[in-house]
T-cell receptor, first 111, second 114 residues
Framework: RKEVEQDPGPFNVPEGATVAFNCTYS??????FFWYRQDCRKEPKLLMS???SGNEDGRFTAQLNRASQYISLLIRDSKLSDSATYLC????????????FGAGTILRVKS | DTGVSQNPRHKITKRGQNVTFRCDPI?????LYWYRQTLGQGPEFLTY????????KSRLLSDRFSAERPKGSFSTLEIQRTEQGDSAMYLC????????????FGEGSRLTVL
C-alpha cells in the first residue's frame, strides 16, 4: 500500500462548481498534513496546512479525519485559475520529518 | 533572487554517464530535500538533510545515487551510470522546520537519459 494515496482524476468541473478531493495515508503516526498546488511544468507550492480542527482559507476548506486516516480539500465556487494538480503531503514524523507526496489529483475547471 | 536555485536546469546525457545536480537552498533554511518527479506522478522522496547530516535516503534508490551537503549549505545529487529510467525532473526543496510544511522548491533539473 502506498504511503499517501489520491484519486488521480481528472476532475472536470464547470466554473462555480464545488469540488472535493480526498487523500488517504497509511501511517497512523503521521502528524502533519498539507495540500500543495502544482501548475503545469511548475514546481509545487503550499496551498494550505490541514489542522485537526479543520481550516478554511477563502474558497478552500481542508479537513482531517484521523480515525479514518484521510484528509480532504473542498473548493467552492471554482475558478478557471483553480485548474492545476493538487498534491496531498504527509509529514511522516515516525521517519524523522520525511515529507511524502501523493501522486496528485488533476482539476480542470471549464467555462 | 533569494529563492531555491537549481542547476543545470536541463541535462541530456547518454546512458552510462554520470551526472551531478546542484541545489542552493534559501540561506536560513537548515533542512533540504531532494525529490524526483515523472510525468503524471507526485514528487517522490529521495533524501533529506538537516544541516550537513543526511537523515534519510529512500529505500527505492539504488547505490548509483548519492547526495551530499557539505557545510550545510548547497547540496549535490550525483547519479552514476545513468539509465533511461533515471529520466525525470529532480526537485530540490528547503525548509526552516518541517512542522510548517512549507517546502520552498527550486524550478528543478530535468534529466533526459538517451
Amino acid at each position: 500500500r502506498k504511503e499517501v494515496e489520491q484519486d488521480p482524476g481528472p476532475f472536470n468541473v464547470p466554473e462555480g462548481a464545488t469540488v472535493a478531493f480526498n487523500c488517504t495515508y497509511s501511517n497512523s503516526a503521521s502528524q502533519s498534513f498539507f495540500w500543495y498546488r502544482q501548475d503545469c511544468r511548475k514546481e509545487p507550492k503550499l496551498l494550505m496546512s490541514v489542522y485537526s480542527s479543520g481550516n478554511e482559507d477563502g474558497r478552500f476548506t481542508a479537513q482531517l479525519n484521523r480515525a479514518s486516516q484521510y484528509i480532504s480539500l473542498l473548493i467552492r465556487d471554482s475558478k478557471l485559475s483553480d485548474s492545476a494538480t493538487y498534491l496531498c503531503v504527509v509529514n511522516m514524523r515516525e521517519y524523522g520529518n520525511k515529507l511524502v507526496f501523493g501522486a496528485g489529483t488533476i482539476l480542470r475547471v471549464k467555462s | 533572487d533569494t529563492g531555491v536555485s537549481q542547476n543545470p536546469r536541463h541535462k541530456i546525457t547518454k546512458r552510462g554517464q554520470n551526472v551531478t545536480f546542484r541545489c542552493d537552498p534559501i540561506s536560513e533554511h537548515n533542512r533540504l530535500y531532494w525529490y524526483r518527479q515523472t510525468l503524471g506522478q507526485g514528487p517522490e522522496f529521495l533524501t533529506y538533510f538537516q544541516n550537513e547530516a543526511q537523515l534519510e535516503k529512500s529505500r527505492l534508490l539504488s547505490d548509483r545515487f548519492s547526495a551530499e551537503r557539505p557545510k550545510g549549505s548547497f547540496s549535490t545529487l550525483e547519479i552514476q551510470r545513468t539509465e533511461q529510467g533515471d529520466s525525470a525532473m529532480y526537485l530540490c526543496a528547503s525548509i526552516v522546520t518541517a512542522n510548517t510544511g512549507e517546502l520552498f522548491f527550486g524550478e528543478g533539473s530535468r534529466l533526459t537519459v538517451l
